[in-house]
């Protein structure tokens, strides 16, 4: 069973960066297709970005596009969001979800994904 744990969330102010990671343990993510989702306090979960199993293959919600990238280190079993310009609306916990499919880039919908991470909070403040 695949068990994803994500960290690098946390305070930042408005125009900030900060960058997420996500960590497989015990499992190679090298078939899986990874994407980002985020749940607002009174909203319901959305997805963020998406990247195919080689990493050659992204997709972006448009609330962020330009200003967040995803990237895998394939070697290191990693998964990265980089957020840029934040704004309070990013304000969120984050979550990474795993599917299995080799050179397949999944949608940004919730049930594409078997595997969830317990997710990071990012807030954005002054």
């Known amino acids: 069973q695949v068990q994803l744990v994500e960290s690098g969330g946390g305070l930042v102010p408005p125009g900030g960066s900060l960058r997420l990671s996500c960590a497989a343990s015990?499992?190679?993510?090298?078939?899986?297709?990874i994407a980002w989702f985020r749940q607002a306090p009174g909203k319901e979960r959305e997805g963020v970005s998406t990247?195919?199993?080689?990493?050659?293959?992204?997709y972006y919600a448009d609330s962020v596009k330009g200003r967040f990238t995803i990237s895998r280190d394939l070697a290191g079993n990693m998964v990265y969001l980089q957020m840029n310009s934040l704004k309070p609306e990013d304000t969120a916990v984050y979550y990474c979800?795993?599917?299995w499919g080799p050179g397949f880039l999944p949608g940004l919908r919730i049930d594409e994904y078997d595997y969830w991470g317990q997710g990071t909070q990012v807030t954005v403040s002054s």
């Open positions: 979800a795993a599917r």
């Open positions: 015990g499992y190679s993510l090298d078939d899986y297709a």
């Open positions: 990247i195919n199993n080689s990493g050659d293959s992204t």
